[in-house]
């Protein structure tokens, strides 16, 4: 407590750590005391260091008020990188700790009462953390009622001045949320894709180190403006390329509790960190390398070649595990852009927004999960249950699941244990068979495959893995044929009313259902362009794509339908680009996309070549392929002596 | 004050009241007047609004020659109809399409104008997988030929500097609201070019005021009493046809004269024009499921 008194002290003099200390409670008191000793440390180092100058300038220019905004950020870009570096219990003790300061932080920069601000910071993180978001209808009554008072209590003393700071003090509540893991846990909760965006809101984004540069202090001139107007403009620029380039996805949440906790929040951040991949590059720092290049014009394509280097270079480091620079890293860095060039255009594909229900499937940890299991003797007895819910509404047939188990502690050497399952068919226990059900949701168990003396003691991790066998997922493409004798009144007149009537949106692009993978698909000459002039000289390009938080195991079979509803099927198409019965290795965890070779389609069917106005037509793909999904789950067995 | 705004309530009620048609005798009805053409619609409920997979269905389109001339060479024409989704028949090089040869205009025998209805049969695809709906966008497209007469009276004064000519006034820029069709004689400027021969030129601006689009202009004849008048079409290749694009409706055709009269006189200028139209709509239909 007195660590952190000291802290607040040193921002803004003995009133403001009283304040601050009120709030945090003895417990919190005494964690922050710790990051509060390496805050002063980190302070001095910046007196000392590079960033003396801007200090100085700021003191000079805003006054030690203000200086929190300053250390916010220095804090929150630590709290950041630790994060980064999956150390999980300083974080937490650092996001209350940034929470505080943010309220501090948030009234200096408002020039307000900061009790004002306080207010709503404190009544929602009571509610969340000491009454663990608490939903009950009476509970919520009184609390709600007595909350209420402190809101209008101000309101009436100050004759409605108070409503400002208040609502202001819902915005360290929501940095508050981000930074724990908001995103991810909507994203992993409603199995969203892993958009560009939500991939860098994710990974990308030190929510608190944002707080402190929006809450720096104004100025216009003076030694310090310079330092604080750069570093606004760096953050702004940094939000526009990480999060405002990339699109929004929608979306939409319900659960019974009103709200998770701290640990699930920080879990769900974890786990989207580990699978959105480490090989992503920093879309702000790609921006700015292509800027500095002065690749003004293409930035789009700049950036999407760096960041397909920086892939490159990730899977032949880390998954290949090649050392940089060698030769065999040099030659997996040639394999693997020759890999991804047979596909000399990469397209993409979309979700189809008219397919509401796609094929999905998630391995449940139920309530009755025993955490922690006491054993009496040496001989391991518990059962580990896991729940697969799948959702089938297509109604596919021929569809088997096989559930497979490991126990696994790191600390222990060799403690890594198979485990056996049940649950499934009756004749083989591990496998489920799925033949047409709508939606299906079954337990199994999983138990330790033990050799005679030996039993579990400790903690562990069981690897539930669920892989789907004869997955099949359909994509399709539409593209408008104007043929070759059509003029450019004609052309000037019609390209935009087609363009407006059918290919508004991602309507371009290849559409599928938002299943585990689907095959993205694309013909014309250019291939992104939907319509179709002329009948000779087109391209085809095509590639698998892993659209779930699993992998693909295999292909075992695709094929692409160019003969649409027409008799005739366009021409001059090598057989291996629309299909292959042979199976495909599946993707990586790293490497989402199973390239496919580009063709050339000679020409097209008669009727299309010269249509008197122009043909609109759509064409479909379809994948079979094997697909796993997996959940892990820690345990505890403390063994007793009998 | 009070009976100021009441008096004021009153002139308006009155200046509207005015905006009232007279009845006219349909004898002397001119149905070569104003901005007509011809209408384009479904009928209701043909096709349904929503449609469910593999189901028959009907669209009837209804053609309403509102235009006081007769229309020719009419096609109507289905455009950007996925046939996986909606087959519709009959179907012409791809796209479903029916024509017609003429369809009259107004007149006194026929005063609404002539209608008539084209019938489309359609059958319903499948949704793909298993998506909720499939909203098609297409164009019902329109296409005729037809044309325009033009009759006005003009005032010709060869000696523009004759002041002591009491004949008619002369006039060089007169406007006209159209002359029941799309296309329309919009202005004519009037130019005498005085001398020993003088000679008169008609500078006719012909423009479209209606919802399509012209394609093409093609001159038929002009006359100034029983004379003809030799004409050509400003920036065109052809000089009596002319093709107009989709941003600039409208043409100027030139016409003259050398006149043998000395003195001011009045006579009727006739123009007429056979046109190319098309017009389309944008329309929707939908599958659910």
């Known amino acids: 407590m007195g660590k952190l008194s000291g802290l607040m002290g040193a921002l803004k003099g003995s009133g403001a750590a009283k304040g601050i200390g009120s709030v945090a409670g003895g417990a919190l008191g005494k964690a922050a005391g710790g990051v509060g000793s390496a805050v002063s440390a980190g302070g001095s180092a910046i007196s000392g260091a590079g960033f003396a100058a801007g200090a100085t300038a700021i003191k000079e220019t805003t006054g030690a008020l203000r200086t929190v905004s300053f250390l916010m950020i220095i804090l929150g870009v630590i709290h950041y990188t630790l994060r980064v570096m999956g150390i999980s219990g300083v974080t937490t003790i650092l996001s209350l700790l940034l929470f505080i300061l943010a309220g501090y932080a948030l009234s200096s920069k408002l020039d307000t009462d900061r009790w004002a601000v306080f207010i709503p910071m404190i009544i929602f993180f009571v509610w969340w953390y000491v009454f663990g978001s608490s939903g009950e209808s009476t509970f919520l009554m009184y609390y709600g009622t007595f909350s209420a008072l402190f809101y209008i209590v101000p309101l009436i003393f100050t004759k409605g001045q108070a409503i400002k700071p208040e609502l202001y003090g819902l915005l360290p509540v929501f940095f508050l949320f981000m930074d724990v893991g ?4 909507i994203a992993k909760e409603f199995g969203l894709t892993s958009t560009p965006v939500l991939k860098n809101l994710v990974l990308f984004m030190p929510w608190w180190a944002f707080f402190g540069l929006m809450t720096l202090p104004t100025k216009k001139e003076g030694p310090g403006a310079f330092l604080i107007n750069t570093a606004k403009i760096v953050g702004i620029l940094y939000i526009i390329f990480t999060i405002l380039i ?27 960190r580990a699978e959105l991949g480490k090989n992503s590059a920093n879309p702000a720092v790609l921006n700015w390398k292509c800027f500095i290049e002065g690749r003004y014009t293409d930035l789009p394509q700049c950036v999407e070649e760096k960041k397909e280097i920086a892939e490159i270079e990730y899977i032949c480091e880390h998954e290949e595990r090649y050392k940089p620079g060698t030769t065999s890293y040099k030659k997996c860095v040639v394999k693997q852009q020759e890999e991804r060039n047979k596909g000399i255009t990469q397209i993409s594909g979309s979700i189809d927004p008219t397919i509401k229900m796609p094929t999905t499937a998630k391995l449940v940890v139920s309530d009755y999960f025993p955490k922690k299991t006491f054993q009496v003797g040496g001989k391991t007895t518990a059962k580990f249950p896991i729940e697969l819910e799948i959702k089938n509404p297509r109604k596919q047939e021929g569809i088997e699941v096989i559930i497979t188990c490991n126990f696994v502690n790191n600390r222990i050497r060799d403690g890594n244990y198979l485990g056996k399952v049940s649950g499934g068919n009756s004749d083989d226990p591990a496998v489920l068979s799925i033949n047409g059900e709508l939606e299906i949701s079954r337990s199994f168990i999983c138990e330790p495959e033990l050799p005679n003396d030996e039993y579990l003691n400790g903690s ?7 892989t789907f066998i004869n997955l099949v997922t359909k994509s399709r493409l539409q593209r408008a044929f104007i043929g070759d004798e059509k003029d450019e009144v004609w052309k000037k007149e019609w390209i935009p009313k087609i363009m407006k009537a059918h290919f508004s949106g991602s309507n371009a692009k290849s559409q599928a259902p938002a299943d585990f993978a689907r095959m993205n698909f694309a013909f014309g000459n250019p291939i992104e362009k939907p319509i179709i002039e002329g009948s000779t000289g087109m391209l ?8 779930g938080s699993g992998t693909i195991l295999e292909v075992s079979k695709y094929n692409i339908d160019l003969s649409g509803d027409e008799p005739a099927d366009l021409l001059g198409v090598k057989p291996e680009c629309v299909g292959s019965t042979t199976p495909v290795k599946g993707s990586s965890k790293y490497n989402k996309i199973i390239y496919l070779p580009t063709c050339v389609i000679k020409t097209v069917p008669d009727n299309l070549k010269n249509p008197p106005n122009y043909i609109f037509k759509e064409y479909e793909a379809e994948i079979t392929y094997d697909y796993q999904i997996n959940k892990k789950v820690n345990m505890e067995i403390v063994v007793v002596e009998g | 004050m009070k009976r100021l705004n009441l008096l004021f309530l009153i002139i308006i009620f009155v200046l509207l009241v005015g905006c009232s048609k007279t009845p006219e005798k349909l004898s002397q009805y001119n149905f070569k007047q104003g901005v007509a053409e011809m209408r384009i619609d479904f009928i209701d409920r043909a096709p349904p609004e929503e449609i469910y997979p593999n189901s028959d269905f009907k669209m009837v389109v209804q053609l309403d020659n509102q235009m006081g001339y007769d229309a020719t060479t009419i096609e109507v024409n289905f455009v950007g109809l996925n046939r996986k989704y909606f087959d519709v028949s009959p179907p012409d090089k791809g796209n479903p399409q029916q024509s017609l040869d003429l369809l009259k205009g107004r007149s006194i025998t026929a005063p609404d104008g002539d209608k008539k209805y084209f019938d489309f049969s359609g059958n319903s695809g499948d949704l793909f997988q298993n998506a909720e709906e499939y909203l ?16 006005d009276t003009v005032c010709i004064n060869p000696n523009i500097y004759e002041i002591y000519d009491s004949g008619c006034k002369f006039d060089d820029l007169k406007s006209y609201s159209g002359q029941g069709a799309p296309l329309a004689v ?7 070019l005085p001398g020993d021969s003088p000679e008169i030129e008609f500078r006719i601006r012909l423009k479209n005021k209606g919802k399509g689009k012209i394609k093409l202009i093609d001159f038929d004849s002009a006359k100034l009493g029983s004379e003809s008048l030799n004409c050509k079409f400003q920036n065109s290749n052809t000089d009596l046809t002319i093709e107009l694009k989709k941003e600039k409706q409208e043409a100027i055709l030139i016409c003259s004269k050398t006149l043998k009269e000395k003195v001011s006189y009045t006579t009727t200028l006739l123009l007429d024009f056979t046109y190319q139209y098309e017009l389309e709509k944008k329309e929707k239909l939908k599958i659910i499921k």
Not at chain 1, 182 to 185: A, D, E, G, P, R
Request: aromatic share 14%; glycine share 2%; hydrophobic share 40%.
């Open chain 1, 246 to 272: 990339p699109s929004m996805p929608s979306v939409a949440y319900a659960q019974d509790g009103v709200l998770p906790t701290m640990t699930e929040f920080e879990k769900t951040q974890a786990d989207a």
């Open chain 1, 182 to 185: 908001l995103v991810s846990f």
């Open chain 2, 136 to 151: 098609a966008n297409y164009f019902l497209t329109l296409s005729y030929f037809s044309k325009i007469e033009f009759t």
């Open chain 1, 460 to 466: 562990y991790e069981i690897n539930y893995n669920a």
């Open chain 1, 540 to 547: 085809l390009s095509s590639n698998i794509e892993n659209v």
């Open chain 2, 186 to 192: 919009d202005e004519i400027e009037e130019i005498i």
